[in-house]
């Protein structure tokens, strides 16, 4: 049963607009969420998090987004720039200390020039 | 800051023999470290998690006496696939954190396993 869903595999998009990417959960003990991004045979790096108490976290050209009754967050990029073409994994876990992540199918990235 | 490093990122082995794999926090102490396993087009699906000085945590389905995991250090993780099969060909990653960090888990950049 994959609790974090990520339902597009592929999203492309134009240099300088924006980029969604969508992640969807089903435990409702999750409550800090995470997006990283990972490029091929190297381990995934951190981008930015989100705690269940707040509905947005901004950093730099990120921004995340949690809807907490619709079990859903989302990333957005922009503007969106071709180094930012890679696979990004959404994870979530409990916020109890070192408690494992579980992480969605990810979603590939890629920024048309 | 808070670096993770794998060694070997490659390895090529023959069936049947067993394959190590060392996590290392380079720059901190990781009271857990954690391993995961990545199949082509999926996600990185959790095997256990380990920490310092204590047996590593199963999940269920990955058979603890074929993924030997030992945390001897705070700096130190390894994995070991013994008797490896094809099928156990994957890309290993692990990751660590610190108790004190809260949330943070720090990836190490993988290591790709193929059993011929």
């Known amino acids: 049963d994959q609790q974090v869903k990520q339902n597009s595999p592929s999203l492309s998009v134009q240099e300088g607009r924006i980029s969604i990417l969508n992640c969807d959960y089903t435990?409702?003990?999750?409550?800090?969420f995470l997006w990283y991004k990972k490029y091929p045979a190297e381990g995934p790096t951190f981008l930015i998090s989100i705690s269940s108490i707040k509905d947005k976290n901004e950093d730099g050209r990120f921004t995340v987004f949690l809807n907490k009754s619709a079990k859903h967050l989302s990333l957005h990029i922009v503007p969106s720039q071709p180094g930012d073409s890679a696979v990004y994994f959404c994870a979530a876990k409990r916020n109890s200390g070192n408690t494992p992540l579980v992480f969605g199918k990810g979603t590939r990235l890629s920024v048309i020039a | 800051g808070a670096v993770v490093s794998q060694h070997p990122s490659w390895v090529i082995c023959k069936s049947g023999t067993s394959v190590k794999i060392e996590c290392r926090s380079l720059?901190?102490?990781?009271?857990?470290m954690f391993w995961y396993r990545q199949f082509p087009k999926q996600s990185l699906m959790l095997m256990a998690t380990s920490n310092e000085g204590s047996k590593a945590t199963y999940e269920q389905g990955v058979e603890k006496d074929k993924f030997l995991i030992n945390h001897a250090s705070l700096t130190l993780s390894t994995l070991t696939v013994t008797s490896a099969h094809p099928e156990d060909s994957s890309f290993y990653i692990c990751s660590a954190s610190y108790m004190g960090w809260g949330n943070e888990q720090f990836f190490g950049p993988g290591t790709r396993l193929t059993v011929l």
């Open positions: 435990n409702s003990m999750f409550d800090y």
């Open positions: 720059d901190f102490q990781a009271t857990t």
